[in-house]
């Protein structure tokens, strides 16, 4: 299995908070991305990052940014959770852009 | 924008029998990928079965093999001999590799349980 950790595994909180999710990966791959998933719609892609400082915008970013200092890490913020941020988040990793990607084991985040 | 179609919310199948997913997509682009990820009960995203566009030969991973149509735009799933552990939502996938740097489009699922 590919060394994906997502942290935490579970999360409760309240509106109003700030969050922070961490994916830390050990196979030095250079491309990391952040999905939601939600029931009825799949997967769909928050952000993403092609490198150290590299980062760029998926389909439903409002809302969170995320910073990529070292290649093992990926942190996704919310910064001011809202309700509809409720969700099961996955990291994935790449080692290029036309290999496949491989998931963590997703974090359950629910605000109150 | 590309796009993703699973027309099959749910479906059920006898263990050691056969059964085929369907997926539609729709893209303008001519480079690509398409994917099935398995998402059992453990929330795990586990990847299936690769397809280049540009290979006319279809995927097989021992159990799984695709039927891919690319005029069609049209990727199936066929999970041969079925087996208990194979029930989990199944997950299509399209990767564009022309500029988006691999970033997934997936379809909204279906849900199989195999039935003993």
């Known amino acids: 299995d590919a060394g994906i950790t997502q942290s935490p595994r579970h999360k409760v909180t309240e509106t109003g908070t700030p969050v922070t999710l961490r994916c830390h990966q050990t196979e030095n791959h250079r491309y990391m991305y952040w999905y939601r998933q939600d029931p009825g719609h799949g997967l769909r892609l928050i952000h993403y990052?092609?490198?150290?400082?590299?980062?760029d915008k998926g389909e439903v970013s409002d809302g969170y940014s995320v910073s990529r200092s070292k290649t093992e890490d990926f942190l996704l913020t919310l910064e001011s959770a809202t309700s509809s941020q409720t969700s099961v988040y996955f990291c994935?990793?790449?080692?290029?852009?036309?290999?496949?990607?491989?998931f963590g084991d997703g974090t359950r985040l629910s605000i109150l | 924008a590309q796009t993703v179609t699973q027309s099959q919310p749910e479906m059920s199948v006898q263990e050691a029998e056969t059964v085929t997913l369907s997926c539609t997509y729709d893209?303008?682009?001519?480079?690509?990928?398409l994917f099935w990820y398995k998402q059992p009960p453990s929330r795990q995203m586990i990847l299936v079965i690769r397809q280049e566009a540009y290979k006319q030969q279809n995927a097989t991973e021992n159990r799984f093999s695709v039927n891919f149509q690319k005029a069609a735009k049209s990727f199936s799933l066929k999970i041969s001999d079925s087996q208990l552990g194979d029930t989990a939502m199944y997950f299509c996938?399209?990767?564009?590799?022309?500029?988006?740097?691999?970033?997934?489009?997936f379809g909204k699922g279906t849900k199989l349980s195999v039935k003993p």
């Open positions: 990052s092609y490198g150290v400082k590299d980062t």
């Open positions: 996938a399209f990767a564009n590799y022309g500029g988006s740097q691999g970033n997934l489009i």
């Open positions: 994935a990793i790449s080692g290029g852009y036309n290999q496949p990607q491989h």
């Open positions: 893209t303008s682009e001519n480079n690509y990928y």
